[in-house]
């Protein structure tokens, strides 16, 4: 199995320019997660999907993320316009315990975003 | 909400025992997950505690007490490897979504 997967796996723009990341989650996984990890914030979660449907997205910060699911094995994390205050490490994982809690969370590598 | 506390900083000899708390205070609990992180690295998982008591996986063990609202992770036999960050995790009520604590960063040394 390959893990999940992400893509790119560091990312420069600058400010104002429209960022998308990407996430392939393992096979037959239910659950998928978008990240940010700083050093002030920590690791928050900034939404969450089940079975391809947004349940929770209250921790999108502004209008300005956006987050998709199209299909089970890919989601997509938008940031339009960029701010510098974006930079990050946006991680995505997902869990397959199907119906059970999802305590265990498998984490792809991350995407470092650095925003000019 | 969740809010989690745990130390920031730990540091221990090589071959020692160490022991990291993490208190919470949420409006909704299932469970306290364990997660470690390298430097550059991805969080992973290390341990679940649903129920109170102690978990023991190798040299990691976790605890629980929900009427405590306390838990803990025990690393024994400490290894250079082991030097990494540590983070608790409340599974809230709806028994899908963690919240992290700010982590512990363990330093093991000689």
């Known amino acids: 199995d390959a893990g999940v997967i992400q893509s790119p796996r560091h990312e420069v723009t600058e400010m104002g320019q429209e960022v998308t990341l990407r996430c392939k989650p393992i096979?037959?996984?239910?659950?998928l997660f978008w990240y940010r990890q700083t050093m002030m914030r920590g690791l928050e979660l900034l939404i969450y999907?089940?079975?391809?449907?947004?349940?929770?997205d209250s921790g999108m910060p502004e209008d300005r993320f956006s987050a998709k699911m199209p299909n089970a094995s890919f989601s997509t994390l938008k940031i339009q316009p960029s701010e510098p205050r974006d930079s990050a490490v946006y991680f995505c994982?997902?869990?397959?315990?199907?119906?059970?809690?999802?305590?265990?969370?498998?984490f792809g590598p991350g995407t470092r975003l650095t925003v000019l | 909400g969740q809010s989690l506390e745990q130390p920031s900083e730990v540091t221990a000899v090589e071959g020692a025992i160490v022991q990291i708390n993490c208190t919470y205070q949420?409006?909704?609990?299932?469970?306290l997950s364990w997660y470690q992180q390298h430097d550059g690295g991805a969080p992973t998982f290390l341990s679940y505690?649903?129920?109170?008591g102690l978990e023991e996986t190798g040299r990691f063990s976790s605890f629980l007490s929900r009427s405590d609202s306390y838990g803990y992770l025990l690393l024994q036999e400490l290894q250079m490897k082991d030097s990494a960050s540590y983070f608790c995790?409340?599974?809230?009520?709806?028994?899908?979504?963690?919240?992290f604590g700010k982590g512990t960063k363990l330093s093991v040394i000689p």
């Open positions: 995790a409340v599974l809230g009520a709806g028994s899908y979504q963690l919240t």
């Open positions: 949420t409006s909704g609990f299932y469970g």
């Open positions: 505690n649903g129920l109170d």
């Open positions: 096979s037959g996984h239910n659950s």
């Open positions: 994982a997902s869990s397959g315990l199907a119906g059970g809690p999802g305590y265990e969370q498998f």
């Open positions: 999907f089940n079975n391809n449907v947004p349940i929770d």
